[in-house]
């Protein structure tokens, strides 16, 4: 039986190492990292994390701001909310939440915000930057996974990893987080001819579908460690994962549950980038 991943308490350990550094740079430089979120008219998945944001940041002592314009904004009034927070010197890290509204470009609007001070690792220049082994922000959710497996004494060297979904946010980004720490890492999608077959090679798996319970628990190889970074919404109201839980615990040696697994480290890891942008990398 899998050991459960207290992806809850990481975060708090996350988050207080965050706070430490912000005191002290405090003292030092009396410098204070400043994060906004630019939240794009009413979305209510967004809004639970916009929250636990704001109290994330609150927590670690960083100045937090959310600016709210209405789903009617142009993209050229966003592009101008992006360029003032570029021009912000209290503003260190930027966010824009997505999904952004269909008559707005994301791509543009990512593409706008200050690779200095993108926080989410979202922009080109950053995603380069992986892509190249270069330092930079990393994208919160795939640098919060790495951050598990390193909890639990998971070393990627050498080791076959699977990543299930493709995503830009996610499933692109982990498999070369994975690939720099050394593991042979196989990327699988919808066009996957033999999912359960990839998986079962699997020490390490990270499933990013949007699916709920697509990876079966018979498909875990014994004693693999099993990462679920999907959030699906049930009719009843409750979340699932990407992977069949209760099967997969059976088999793998540790397992994170959904809620309370890789959901907080993404908030946590944001913190980290920010503070990271307002230290100014090198
Ligand atoms: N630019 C941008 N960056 C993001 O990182 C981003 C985004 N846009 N848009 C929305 C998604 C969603 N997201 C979540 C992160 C953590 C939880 C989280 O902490 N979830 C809790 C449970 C929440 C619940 O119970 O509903 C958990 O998994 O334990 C949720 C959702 C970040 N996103």
Same mark, same amino acid.
């Given at each position: 039986?899998?050991?459960?991943? &207290?992806?809850?308490?990481?975060?708090?350990?996350?988050?207080?190492?965050?706070?430490?550094?912000?005191?002290?740079?405090?003292? =030092?430089?009396?410098?204070?990292?400043?994060?906004? /979120?630019?939240?794009? @008219?009413? $979305?209510?998945?967004?809004?639970?994390?916009?929250?636990?944001?704001?109290?994330?940041?609150?927590?670690?002592?960083?100045?937090?701001?959310? =600016?709210?314009? $209405?789903?009617?904004?142009?993209?050229?009034?966003?592009?101008?909310?992006?360029?003032?927070?570029?021009?912000?010197?209290?503003?260190?890290?930027?966010?824009?939440?997505?999904?952004?509204? *269909?008559?707005?470009?994301?791509?543009?609007?990512?593409?706008?915000?200050?690779? =200095?001070?993108?926080? &989410?690792?979202?922009?080109?220049?950053?995603?380069?930057?992986?892509?190249? @082994?270069?330092?930079?922000?990393?994208?919160?959710?795939?640098?919060?996974?790495?951050?598990?497996?390193?909890?639990?004494?998971?070393?990627?060297?050498?080791?076959?990893?699977?990543?299930?979904?493709?995503?830009?946010?996610?499933?692109?980004?982990?498999?070369?987080?994975?690939?720099?720490?050394?593991?042979?890492?196989?990327?699988?999608?919808?066009?996957?001819?033999?999912?359960?077959?990839?998986?079962?090679?699997?020490?390490?798996?990270?499933?990013? /579908?949007?699916?709920?319970?697509?990876?079966? @628990?018979?498909?875990?190889?014994?004693?693999?460690?099993?990462? &679920?970074? @999907?959030?699906?919404?049930?009719? &009843?109201?409750?979340?699932?994962? $990407?992977?069949?839980?209760?099967?997969?615990?059976?088999?793998?040696?540790?397992?994170?549950?959904?809620?309370?697994?890789?959901?907080?480290?993404?908030?946590?890891?944001?913190?980290?980038?920010?503070? $990271?942008?307002? *230290?100014?990398?090198?």
């Amino acid at each position: 039986m899998g050991q459960l991943i &207290d992806g809850k308490a990481v975060a708090a350990r996350v988050r207080a190492e965050v706070k430490a550094e912000v005191e002290r740079l405090k003292a =030092e430089r009396g410098l204070v990292p400043g994060l906004t /979120v630019v939240r794009v @008219g009413e $979305d209510p998945a967004s809004k639970i994390y916009v929250n636990g944001k704001k109290k994330a940041a609150e927590e670690v002592g960083f100045n937090s701001w959310e =600016e709210h314009p $209405d789903a009617s904004i142009t993209e050229e009034e966003l592009l101008s909310v992006v360029e003032k927070l570029n021009e912000d010197p209290a503003v260190h890290g930027i966010l824009v939440q997505l999904p952004l509204p *269909k008559h707005i470009n994301a791509e543009r609007i990512i593409s706008a915000v200050r690779p =200095e001070k993108d926080a &989410d690792g979202f922009h080109p220049l950053n995603a380069g930057n992986l892509s190249l @082994g270069k330092p930079g922000p990393r994208p919160c959710t795939p640098y919060g996974v790495m951050r598990l497996l390193r909890e639990v004494g998971c070393n990627p060297e050498g080791k076959k990893a699977v990543v299930v979904g493709r995503s830009n946010i996610v499933g692109k980004p982990m498999a070369l987080l994975l690939l720099e720490a050394n593991a042979t890492v196989t990327l699988c999608h919808s066009k996957t001819p033999d999912l359960a077959a990839e998986v079962a090679q699997a020490d390490i798996v990270v499933a990013a /579908v949007g699916v709920a319970e697509i990876i079966k @628990g018979a498909w875990i190889k014994p004693g693999a460690v099993v990462i &679920d970074v @999907g959030m699906n919404r049930m009719p &009843d109201g409750k979340l699932k994962g $990407d992977v069949e839980f209760a099967a997969a615990q059976e088999r793998a040696s540790f397992i994170t549950p959904v809620p309370g697994g890789v959901g907080p480290m993404t908030i946590a890891m944001l913190m980290r980038n920010t503070l $990271d942008a307002a *230290k100014g990398r090198d």
